[in-house]
């Protein structure tokens, strides 16, 4: 039997945010998604954290300096928790021993016009 395709009314809408990663130490795609999943968690609780259709899209590398890295990456989210998820990156400032900014420059509802931001 064949699975039927969820018409567009009846699928979750989706936001996705554009983020700048600041860390002093070199992250992957994967250490990424754990802090994302970390601040969350403990910002707004595993409850609320289930909710909000976590998903790390694209993860750039865009400088290395002296004294930090920088990366850009493209996260989704449902629509309803934007502000929720916004709130979680903005507490997040470790990453083990070592210190980490992430901050939100843009925000879209598709992966193709969210790129603009990169």
Known sequence: MKLKVLPPTLRKNNRYLTVDV???CQITKDDLVAIVWDACIRFQGELNTA???LWVMKFFEIEKRDDYYRYRSIIR??????DEVRSSFALTNR???NMISITTIGL???IKSSGKYI
């Open 77 to 82: 989210c449902q629509r309803d928790y934007v």
């Open 95 to 97: 990453y083990g021993n």
């Open 51 to 53: 909710n909000f259709n």
């Open 22 to 24: 600041k860390v002093t």
């Open 108 to 110: 879209s509802g598709t």
